[in-house]
């Protein structure tokens, strides 16, 4: 059978009752070589690499013991299937064991759609066993193209001829598409929001009712959804754990709302909920209102509880950067001008050029102080060190500005900072931050609600609003809580300052507990914000609980990376691939390297990590460990003392974890694991 150069399938890429090896990856390297030696792709190389990335993804094993591996490729010219039926079948993760029939679509890289719509008509094919049955009976590769052709190239029916067909509620019509934009962030947006997109696109792109377009709010900078898109959404989908930025761009959509783990869990059931609130004239819309990220409406739909949780992540994700690069600064001045640099920095930094490079005794305030550095060492570290001390200046008041916003939008930005300012002046620490952004959010928020006339609408957010509601911080701050909360802060302070022994440990336990509890979730923040925000003062204590933190957060990524090179069958297929590049986020101190893990398997995996991160917090604590740095794991080691008892710690509790997960899986093993388990018998035993 003869077919035009762009049908997407010919005789030539149909293989029938071949041995094309005992993995997914030699299956599609075969396939692949058959794409290219047809000329409808540059390079197999290329093109199976691109396949194989995305079959670590997610393994594409279907229920009738089929598999659809799929990608877009810059080798590939032309949207193309290859088919295969496999005399040897292989583990593709399917539900009902090994695939024995295999299809590879190959789409250019800026193909758009088309793979993804031959693969949902195809997904549509393959439950019906007519088609399953052609294709294990064909005898020639001509019955096979046919019978895909057939498949592959029908159009819908007419409405009135489907009506029959439509259960109850569809109004006897084909399915419309449905044009949803999305919005994911997470509090550092580093894992958990790139991850929530991923997901959703991934299920939007299965199917042929939606249009999906995501916007990522991450820590890397955001392009925003093209207005035209945001315009002709049918429903919005916000999946974030911190306030949406330039909400009001979606102002009257139909919105659904939750916090970004959701989206990671369940991207298919958000996608339906934003398909009927897109049809449901009484859906809950995104409020109008350019001057605030919240309203009234959704205080009820939410609850404040809710608001204010998400508005204090939301000042967290914005004082991560501050606490980030002013740490890793303080830290690189350490290094390159010395410890006892602290003592005079400022002077340093300030009376001398490099013109003018400091010798070894530095007139500091009128005293003459002998550094253990000199000349040039001596000046940059003390200007790097300075420029952290900054950007650290920051910390209190980006914690209670951005948690403003959150809570009233732009103008809550302004009485927000002031609030944070004033906190640090009295004493009150990042208690204080935490306390005046929240009560400049509320206050703000409800000024915003008062009913003016018209003259002083354009007024209100950028005057008003922060006038009265920085007044009403300052009072406050001064006249209320100000000293009672800088008494606690001083009490917290002394208390850390005087902890040694059992106590040290147990807030070790504490912490570590708290970092795998939820893996860059709100409990995992506030112990990281604890943490931080003492690393500021450079006292010896708050430096022992950043290392403690840093050290238990890097435990579950490495835990399970080890346990999946371990006890290999215990973990199916997609946790295997993640396994071999969690062990780098661990490093890296990416908690959320663990979520998918955590997400398939919560009762195994999270209580295995709890008890491996407590260990590891009480050894560090136990080692007096202490990091002048916030982040960076075992790549900032120059800013951890004593190294060696960093490394055991995270080294001992990363093998009470694996251990923990392996015995849990071993004994208690889940429906996934078992099946995972018994296809890798079958296959080895092949």
């Not at 799929?70 to 032309?78: F, N």
């Not at 979606?250 to 934003?274: H, L």
Request: aromatic content about 6%; some cysteine; hydrophobic content about 50%.
């Amino acid at each position: 059978m003869t077919s035009p150069n762009n049908q997407i399938i010919t005789t030539d890429l149909v293989l029938l009752d071949v041995d094309l090896g005992a993995t997914p990856s030699d299956v599609i390297t075969q396939l692949a070589t058959t794409v290219a030696a047809s000329g409808r792709a540059t390079d197999a190389a290329q093109l199976a690499a691109d396949a194989i990335a995305r079959e670590a993804k997610a393994p594409t094993g279907v229920p009738g013991k089929v598999a659809i591996p799929h990608c877009r490729s810059a080798a590939v010219s032309v949207p193309t299937l290859a088919f295969a039926r496999l005399a040897q079948p292989v583990n593709f993760g399917g539900p009902d064991g090994d695939a024995e029939l295999v299809f590879l679509i190959a789409a250019p890289e800026g193909g758009g759609k088309e793979h993804l719509k031959i693969l949902s008509k195809l997904a549509r094919a393959l439950v019906r066993g007519d088609f399953l049955e052609r294709l294990r009976t064909a005898t020639s590769a001509d019955e096979i193209v046919a019978d895909v052709i057939e498949i592959t190239s029908a159009e819908k029916k007419p409405a009135a001829a489907t009506a029959a067909a439509v259960p109850a509620g569809g109004a006897g019509v084909d399915k419309q598409v449905t044009r949803i934009v999305a919005i994911t962030a997470c509090p550092t947006g580093i894992a958990h929001t790139y991850m929530a997109a991923d997901a959703l696109a991934q299920a939007a792109d299965a199917r042929d009712d939606v249009e999906l377009v995501v916007e990522t709010q991450g820590s890397s900078s955001t392009k925003s959804i093209d207005s035209s898109l945001v315009n002709a959404a049918d429903a919005v989908i916000f999946a974030t754990d911190v306030g949406v930025r330039d909400r009001e761009r979606f102002a009257g959509k139909p919105v659904i709302e939750s916090g970004v783990k959701r989206a990671i869990n369940e991207p298919t059931v958000m996608i339906d909920e934003a398909i009927a609130a897109a049809h449901n004239p009484n859906a809950r819309k995104v409020p109008a209102g350019a001057a605030s990220s919240a309203t009234q409406e959704e205080g009820q739909q939410l609850g404040w509880a809710r608001r204010i949780q998400q508005a204090v992540m939301t000042g967290v994700s914005y004082m991560i950067p501050f606490v980030a690069a002013g740490g890793l600064l303080l830290a690189l001045g350490f290094l390159i001008g010395g410890y006892d640099m602290a003592n005079g920095w400022q002077a340093i930094a300030t009376n001398h050029s490099l013109g003018n490079l400091p010798g070894h005794t530095v007139d500091v305030d009128g005293v003459a102080m002998t550094f253990d550095r000199s000349g040039l060492a001596l000046y940059l570290g003390a200007v790097l060190f300075a420029t952290g001390q900054m950007a650290m200046g920051f910390i209190v008041a980006a914690l209670s500005g951005y948690t403003a916003y959150s809570l009233a939008g732009r103008p809550g930005i302004a009485p927000g900072f002031v609030g944070g300012a004033i906190s640090v002046l009295i004493g009150a620490g990042f208690l204080g931050g935490l306390v005046t952004g929240i009560l400049a959010g509320l206050i703000a928020y409800w000024i915003g609600n008062w009913k003016v006339p018209r003259i002083l609408n354009s007024l209100m957010p950028v005057v008003i609003i922060p006038l009265l509601t920085s007044l009403a911080i300052g009072l406050i701050m001064f006249l209320l809580l100000g000293r009672p909360l800088a008494a606690a802060m001083t009490g917290m302070t002394n208390w850390l300052g005087t902890m040694s022994g059992s106590s040290a440990i147990l807030l070790g336990v504490i912490l570590g507990l708290m970092m795998c509890f939820d893996l860059g979730g709100p409990v995992n923040k506030a112990a990281y914000l604890f943490a931080t925000a003492g690393l500021s003062t450079g006292d010896e204590a708050s430096m022992q609980i950043m290392a403690a933190v840093m050290a238990a957060g890097m435990v579950p990524p490495i835990a399970l990376s080890l346990a999946t090179l371990v006890r290999k069958h215990l973990f199916t297929p997609a946790e295997q691939e993640n396994g071999k590049s969690a062990w780098l986020l661990g490093l890296s101190f990416i908690s959320e390297g663990a979520i998918p893990f955590a997400a398939a398997d919560p009762l195994r995996v999270i209580p295995a990590m709890m008890v491996g991160g407590a260990t590891t917090g009480a050894l560090s604590m136990a080692f007096e460990v202490g990091s002048r740095a916030p982040h960076g794991g075992v790549f900032v080691l120059f800013a951890i003392d004593p190294w060696w008892g960093f490394l055991l710690s995270i080294a001992a509790g990363t093998i009470v974890s694996a251990v923990a997960v392996i015995a849990l899986k071993q004994f208690w093993p889940n429906k996934a694991a078992e099946e995972a388990a018994a296809r890798g018998s079958v296959v080895a035993a092949a």
